[in-house]
């Protein structure tokens, strides 16, 4: 067992797991945490388990500052604000959407026929303050008119009211110290259906700023009935803190931070997938519990104390469904405004493959996206097979609209770009940095063989180096797709800019500029993508890979690791080792652009959407042992799995269904 594993055992942290066990659960929303089997290895121990619970390693109220992170492979976590971001993008969003004239010739283009239809008008048949009767996809409402068949609708405008269920909210006295862990919690008496109210204060009892300062825990304990959710708001509370709830195992189901950085966030709110007795913990903001059934176990804080108030209840909050129908292929995207906060779609079996609340990112569409956002909450989804699925809004109480359209891959309308070709320009460029989220200008980027004597290559390897490059990214976007793709006519070509004309600017071509460093572009990152295309609509696409921080010394590089210096050993084939994890970053970049979002890289799941910032030597296809060209290091390809815990989208992400259906090459 490595240090850091040994170092996360010792913390008792147990995250849900990736897969749900057993037949389908009528639950809400699974938890955007995962299974913490393998580390990212390059962070410490308390670090580790921060990520691992969701909560971003900058400080809160840091601002907008580095790259985007949606688009980029950030080298650092450090210095992102992950809730900033979100805030910025969901306004950016709501700009988007209010250039009608813009996206209507978007979603006419997509369109059969090339025809904008109306929208079609479904009103939910659930009777108003009722709940229960299509709150899951097994009761969902179907709607056989949607979809893209002949006389079918391929624009919905769904019409509901979520009901509001909430009980009465009763006082609970400020409990006695100690109840800093889950076998001291104190009882809220809560059997279902209730709501109390309690105050209290972080920063007493007897590991508070006057004890032994590890840090003071207050846990609560409620029990549920079948079918409810579990809310704790914090609304008032003006002390930097932590919301935790866990299950008796003290497995953690769910965070939010009520109040830092001066803003306050979003309630708790968890729908469990059975009945049972759970626990909310608030903490502080600087603290991190490392065995929540020790009330001593804190990491230590020197947070002063403050005063929280907790609004903590369990009743069966209304969730309604419908059911669409949609083919192998199918991009679907969906946008809820009005009385209702959350979003998501989910399988018949019961997986949800996107959902998220309170954050709409479809600001990174492309101006050729005819996906709809501007709601209060927005998702994407490319379906793996054909069938029903259901699209659920909740959070909230009255009337709400949410805007359900599907079209299909950009591939198949568009006869000039039947063939997808990614040009690799390995010869330095001159780009104005702003087509990539940077600042306007104009940007002389150093070519890949300026970098050459960093990583002690010789110009006579600098074709090998191209070659392995394209190869790596080729075996990634266009042969694992085909061999393993649920699209069975992908149509892409994967060009060596060493050895083709530069064809960009012509339909259908993208591009990823491989060279160039952060200070001549103005932007800190590693990688970064114009968009995220769901469908690939674009497909004349900017990326930038940089390589100032990859070709590093190995002496005193950053925490975690970037630069492929820290790597290299004597025996190391480094044409081939760096030519595969270049090609890797290449693979991502071109993944955010055909449509992916970033995936967990916390987990034990590698995948080339991973997100940056950690466990680079999964993207570097090191293996564990951190050494290149052993027996451990695998071979890092588009997966399935979790959406990024700091990002704001949850659920599952197949990113191998989404990158074979943006090379569709006509339809079938």
């Not at 995962?34 to 962070?43: C, I, K, M, R």
């Not at 700009?95 to 813009?102: G, K, S, Y």
């Not at 680079?616 to 042992?625: A, I, L, S």
């Not at 050494?627 to 949850?650: K, N, Q």
């Amino acid at each position: 067992m490595s240090a850091a594993v040994a170092g996360l055992a010792a913390l008792g942290v147990v995250i849900a797991p990736l897969a749900v066990a057993g037949p389908p659960s009528p639950a809400g929303p699974p938890s955007s945490l995962d299974p913490l089997q393998a580390p990212t290895g390059d962070l410490s121990p308390l670090d580790e388990a921060r990520l691992a619970l969701g909560l971003q390693l900058a400080p809160y109220g840091t601002g907008l500052q580095g790259a985007n992170p949606v688009l980029g492979y950030l080298p650092s976590l450090r210095h992102t604000d992950f809730r900033a971001w979100r805030q910025e993008l969901t306004r950016r969003s709501a700009a988007r959407a209010a250039d009608t004239a813009r996206m209507d010739a978007a979603r006419a283009a997509a369109s059969p026929q090339g025809r904008l239809q109306t929208p079609f008008v479904y009103r939910e048949k659930e009777a108003l303050g009722i709940v229960g009767e299509n709150d899951t996809v097994w009761r969902a409402e179907k709607v056989s008119a949607f979809g893209l068949g002949t006389g079918k609708h391929n624009r919905m405008l769904v019409r509901g009211d979520l009901a509001d269920t909430a009980p009465p909210t009763r006082r609970l006295a400020t409990p006695v110290e100690d109840n800093g862990s889950i076998s001291l919690a104190a009882d809220t008496r809560i059997r279902g259906n209730a709501r109390v109210r309690v105050t209290g204060t972080i920063g007493d009892g007897p590991h508070g700023a006057s004890g032994d300062t590890s840090g003071d825990f207050d846990w609560f304990s409620l029990q549920t009935k079948a079918g409810e959710s579990i809310t704790v708001d914090a609304s008032g509370t003006r002390t930097e803190s932590i919301l935790v709830l866990a299950d008796a195992a003290g497995t953690a189901l769910a965070v939010e931070i009520p109040w830092a950085g001066g803003q306050a966030g979003r309630p708790l709110i968890c729908r469990p997938a059975r009945a049972g007795t759970y626990y909310v913990g608030i903490w502080p903001l600087d603290a991190f519990q490392l065995d929540v059934f020790d009330s001593g176990s804190g990491s230590g804080s020197t947070q002063a104390p403050g005063a929280y108030t907790l609004n903590i209840g369990a009743w069966k909050a209304d969730r309604d469904a419908v059911l669409v129908k949609l083919r192998s292929g199918d991009v679907l995207g969906t946008s809820v405004a009005g009385n209702a906060r959350g979003v998501a779609v989910q399988k018949w079996d019961g997986t949800y493959v996107a959902a998220t609340a309170d954050s709409d990112f479809s600001s990174a569409f492309p101006p050729s996206s005819p996906l709809p956002g501007g709601g209060n909450a927005s998702v994407s989804y490319v379906a793996e097979e054909s069938g029903w699925y259901g699209v659920i809004v909740d959070r909230g109480a009255g009337s709400y609209a949410n805007t359900v359209e599907v079209y299909r891959p950009g591939g198949e309308s568009d006869p000039r770009t039947r063939v997808q070709k990614i040009y690799l320009d390995f010869n330095g460029a001159t780009i104005d940095p702003s087509i990539v989220h940077g600042p306007p200008g104009t940007a002389h980027l150093s070519p890949l063989t300026s970098f050459l004597p960093k990583w002690g290559l010789n110009p006579s390897q600098l074709e090998p180096l191209m070659a392995q490059i394209t190869r790596s990214a080729t075996e990634n976007l266009k042969a694992d797709l085909i061999a393993h793709g649920l699209n069975p006519n992908v149509k892409v070509e994967i060009v060596n800019g060493s050895r083709m004309p530069d064809d960009f600017g012509k339909p259908g071509v993208s591009r990823v500029i491989v060279g160039g460093t952060i200070d001549e572009c103005g932007i800190e990152t590693i990688g970064i993508a114009q968009y995220i295309d769901p469908g690939n609509y674009s497909r004349t696409d900017t990326a930038l890979v940089l390589l100032d921080k990859l070709s590093e010394p190995a002496v005193g590089v950053a925490d975690p690791p970037s630069s492929l210096n820290a790597y290299v050993r004597p025996s190391t084939n480094k044409v081939r080792f760096i030519g595969t994890a270049i090609g890797n970053v290449v693979s991502h970049e071109v993944g955010h652009y055909i449509g992916n979002w970033h995936t967990n890289n916390a987990n034990s799941v590698t995948s080339l959407m991973d997100s940056g910032g950690a466990g680079y030597w999964r993207m570097f296809q090191v293996g564990p042992d951190l050494i290149p060209g052993t027996a451990d290091d695998g071979d890092t390809d588009f997966a399935t799995d979790r959406f990024s815990l700091v990002e704001g989208l949850s659920g599952v992400e197949d990113t191998l269904n989404v990158s074979a259906w943006a090379f569709a090459g006509g339809r079938r």
